[in-house]
């Protein structure tokens, strides 16, 4: 199809703003549909491709049995992802002269090599998405030969195309032209909203002006509590503090000296008047004691 026409820089071959851009392509639709609507993410027209089975719903480039014979090594194309099953075809030509078939699909998860047969997977983002796929570098990787044209290409369901071209390089989005570029109205709004931030350049000053009076707002937070802590210890710690600490000394100086007037009240039963008002209870301790140790030995040892 393309064989005897020049072939340099952009080759397109689907654009879905086109007043037919399935002049050249054949359809095939089972439980499905492939219709023309606007995508409200780019705001343009867009080719749907939608079906509940993924083989049975797709659009094959070119038409009934001719060929592409489009040379240049590197296809892109721009699609939604959908969020659903999704793959694409590529057949092409090596230098054997044997056809091989790419099958690229979000469903697997492996590469296979077969003679005539390469699926590999593909991971696609959120929204839209551009694939660029090097076909003279994946011709040379998975059969060692080289690349001469492509063939036929088939896009199955589920997405949403914008537009299919090739080329003979990767360019980048300063050197597409206007009509290959996708987010052509998103840029405006964002020219616009660069615009607003320029208009928008006054205002960052005032923010370092909030923030200046934060550090004081910070000090003036600190004080009071600092304040308030002193306040509300100095009158509660010491109260109970002071009360709680000698019970406890009285009460283990009292057992530690226990035993020991234990032992002196033989003294004080012979001392009464050192003690005035101890020695009623201590003689009255005393009796109690004194007969089970032996109140008579010591008068014994005495007598001896």
């Known amino acids: 199809m393309f064989k005897n026409t020049y072939q340099n820089g952009l080759l397109s071959i689907f654009y879905s703003c086109g007043s037919n851009p399935l002049a050249i392509w054949d359809m095939e639709v089972q439980n499905g549909h492939i219709k023309r609507l606007t995508d409200a993410e780019v705001n343009s027209i867009v080719l749907e491709i939608v079906s509940t089975n993924v083989a049975t719903t797709y659009i094959t480039c070119p038409k009934r049995n001719q060929v592409l014979g489009i040379k240049l090594p590197f296809l892109v194309m721009i699609v939604k992802n959908l969020k659903r099953y999704f793959s694409f075809e590529i057949t092409i030509l090596d230098d054997k002269n044997l056809r091989r078939r790419f099958r690229i699909s979000n469903f697997q ?153 234990e032992e002196q009240p033989v003294e004080s039963a012979a001392e009464p008047e050192a003690a005035p008002e101890q020695p009623e209870e201590a003689a009255a301790e005393a009796p109690e004691e004194a007969p089970p140790e032996e109140p008579a030995a010591e008068p014994a040892v005495a007598e001896e």
Not at 128 to 146: H, S, V
Not at 196 to 222: F, S, T, Y
């Open 109 to 261: 998860s492996t590469t296979k090599i077969k003679p005539f047969c390469t699926s590999m997977p593909i991971g696609l983002s959120g929204g839209w998405n551009q694939i660029q796929f090097n076909l003279a570098d994946f011709t040379r990787r998975a059969y060692g030969t080289q690349f001469i044209e492509t063939l036929r290409v088939q896009i199955h369901a589920n997405t949403r195309l914008r537009r299919i071209y090739f080329s003979e390089r990767l360019y980048s989005e300063d050197e597409l032209p206007q009509d290959y570029k996708l987010y052509l109205p998103l840029e405006r709004k964002q020219k616009k909203g660069k615009v607003g931030k320029k208009d928008e350049a006054p205002p960052p000053p005032p923010p370092p002006d909030k923030a200046a009076p934060i550090p004081p707002l910070v000090e003036e937070i600190k004080p009071p509590v600092a304040s308030e802590t002193p306040k509300e210890e100095a009158p509660d710690t010491p109260a109970p503090v002071t009360p709680a600490t000698p019970e406890p000394e009285d009460i283990k100086q009292e057992p530690v000296e226990s035993p020991a007037p």
